[in-house]
Each structure stands twice: as C-alpha cells, then as structure tokens.
C-alpha cells in the first residue's frame, strides 16, 4: 500500500512539474507554434484563393476562345454567301449575255478577258 502511495504521489508530481514546464517554460514555444500553424492555414487558403482565380482566368479564356471560333464560323458563312450571290450574279450576267447576243457574245466576252 505504502509503494503504491509513492508511486502515485510521484506520478502526481511529475504531471504537475510537467504542467508548470508547459504553462511556463513552454507557453512561448506553444504560442510560436500556434501562430506558425495559422499563418500556414493563412497561406494554404490565399493559395487555394490563386488557384481559384486562375482556373476562373482559364474558363475566361476557353469561353473567349469559343466565342472567336463562332465569330470565325459566322464570318465564313458570310463569305460563302457573298461568294454565292457573285456566282449568281454571274450565271445571270452569262444568261443574259447568252440570250441577248447569241453564242457570239460569250465569245466576244472571252476574248476580251
């Protein structure tokens, strides 16, 4: 009974001497590791914050690209219509070229070209 009584106040006074090392000794280095822990969630969150904004510059520029391709999509189908009504104007300028002159008129059409 008498050695478990000793060992009991010994335990007891190693927890109590190791309570005082970290209210006293050890505060500082807890505090420093505590504040080195929220500027490393502070950093972590300002990087995650870089990241966001530049998968927001990518998707920003995958839409400004599509809108380019529809442009240039646009800009052909402008051009082939344009391309078409020449070539109309043209059949219809040879039509009539063919039914005002004859077969003489392309001729003379041809060789003037």
Do not use: D, E, N, Q
């Not at 000794?25 to 502070?42: F, G, M």
């Not at 839409?63 to 059949?91: A, D, S, T």
Request: charged share 10%.
């Amino acid at each position: 009974m008498l050695l478990f009584l000793l060992r009991f106040v010994f335990r007891l006074r190693l927890i109590l001497l190791l309570l005082f090392f970290l209210l006293f000794v050890a505060a500082r280095l807890v505090l420093r590791l505590l504040v080195l822990c929220l500027l490393l969630i502070l950093l972590i969150l300002i990087l995650l914050l870089l990241l966001l904004l530049l998968l927001l510059l990518l998707l920003l520029l995958i839409f400004l690209i599509f809108l380019l391709l529809i442009f240039l999509l646009l800009l052909l189908v402008l051009v082939r219509l344009v391309l078409l009504f020449l070539l109309l104007v043209l059949l219809l300028l040879f039509v009539l070229l063919r039914w005002r002159w004859g077969r003489g008129g392309l001729l003379l059409l041809f060789s003037i070209f």
